[in-house]
């Protein structure tokens, strides 16, 4: 078995006095993309937040391509390569369209990614890119969101939320784009309401009940029952 890019062990989260997740064990591969999913409150945002150095974590609970990140600070894990593309897309509201992917690329990191390659991806935003980000759709606003994530290069990109609250016609371009996304060996994290739609794309899925670790499995392995017992915890 090759080393997993990211390898988590007995992560606990704690929002003061609450406790949000439990001794959580995670791994993604190279080239994977993983679905996580959970109801409302079962700590997924918090993991993304955890991994993205946006939490504390003691430095040996997450360990990225065999180095413990897990006490670094949100800039440096992001220097690394890992990107978040966080639930409620948090642009920078007075900046334009390009200015908001341009600040995706100041980790200064090379790669394959750039501002012609985000606009070939999504044409709407190259006609739109001098205006404040404030006066696009939610769904061109997540584009941005994707956009200002892959123009950091990243080797592991996580997306909270990806559809939601979205049109299904932009849900639909956004699952389409994912195939080029992910095509270049990048590494994935998928948080997803329509759990049919988080497994049609992953090859593994983690299910998250009250900051537990309740399933885990290959997407092709795991039944619609093993789902919502580990879902609803019946
Ligand atoms: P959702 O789908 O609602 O976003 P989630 O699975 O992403 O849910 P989290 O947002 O990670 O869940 O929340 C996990 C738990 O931590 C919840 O019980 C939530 O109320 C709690 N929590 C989240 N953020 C905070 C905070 N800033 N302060 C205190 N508790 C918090």
Same mark, same amino acid.
């Given at each position: 078995?090759?080393?997993?890019?990211?390898?988590?062990?007995?992560?606990?989260?704690?929002?003061?006095?609450? $406790?949000?997740?439990?001794? *959580?064990?995670? /791994?993604?591969?190279? @080239?994977?993309?993983?679905?996580?999913?959970?109801?409302?409150? #079962?700590?997924?945002?918090?993991?993304?937040?955890?991994?993205?150095?946006?939490?504390?974590?003691?430095?040996e609970q997450i360990?990225?391509?065999?180095?413990?990140?897990?006490?670094?600070?949100?800039?440096?894990?992001?220097?690394?390569?890992?990107?978040?593309?966080?639930?409620?897309?948090?642009?920078?509201?007075?900046?334009?369209?390009?200015?908001?992917?341009?600040?995706?690329?100041?980790?200064?990191?090379?790669g394959a990614w750039?501002?012609?390659?985000?606009?070939?991806?999504?044409?709407?935003? $190259?006609?739109?890119?001098? *205006?404040?980000? /404030?006066?696009?759709? @939610?769904?061109?606003?997540?584009?941005?969101?994707?956009?200002? #994530?892959?123009?950091?290069?990243?080797?592991?990109?996580?997306f909270d939320e990806?559809?939601?609250?979205?049109?299904?016609?932009?849900?639909?371009?956004?699952?389409?784009?994912?195939?080029?996304?992910?095509?270049?060996?990048?590494?994935?994290?998928?948080?997803?309401?329509?759990?049919?739609?988080?497994?049609?794309?992953?090859?593994?899925?983690?299910?998250?009940?009250?900051?537990?670790?309740?399933?885990?499995?290959?997407?092709?392995?795991?039944?619609?029952?093993?789902?919502?017992?580990?879902?609803?915890?019946?």
């Amino acid at each position: 078995m090759p080393e997993p890019v990211l390898d988590i062990r007995k992560l606990d989260a704690h929002y003061g006095d609450f $406790q949000a997740l439990y001794g *959580v064990d995670m /791994t993604v591969e190279a @080239g994977e993309v993983v679905a996580i999913i959970g109801a409302n409150g #079962a700590g997924k945002t918090t993991l993304m937040r955890s991994i993205s150095g946006l939490m504390r974590n003691r430095a040996e609970q997450i360990t990225y391509r065999g180095r413990p990140i897990g006490a670094l600070r949100a800039d440096q894990i992001a220097g690394l390569g890992i990107a978040l593309v966080p639930e409620g897309r948090q642009l920078f509201q007075s900046l334009s369209v390009e200015e908001n992917l341009i600040i995706g690329g100041r980790t200064g990191r090379k790669g394959a990614w750039s501002l012609q390659r985000i606009y070939d991806l999504f044409p709407v935003l $190259q006609e739109r890119r001098n *205006v404040p980000s /404030t006066s696009l759709s @939610g769904g061109q606003q997540q584009m941005v969101a994707i956009g200002r #994530a892959l123009m950091a290069n990243p080797d592991l990109v996580m997306f909270d939320e990806i559809s939601l609250g979205l049109a299904p016609v932009i849900i639909r371009q956004i699952y389409e784009s994912l195939p080029t996304i992910v095509g270049e060996g990048m590494s994935a994290m998928i948080v997803e309401q329509d759990i049919t739609k988080a497994l049609s794309v992953s090859s593994r899925v983690y299910c998250l009940q009250e900051g537990r670790v309740s399933l885990e499995g290959r997407t092709d392995n795991v039944s619609r029952e093993q789902i919502s017992a580990a879902y609803f915890g019946t």
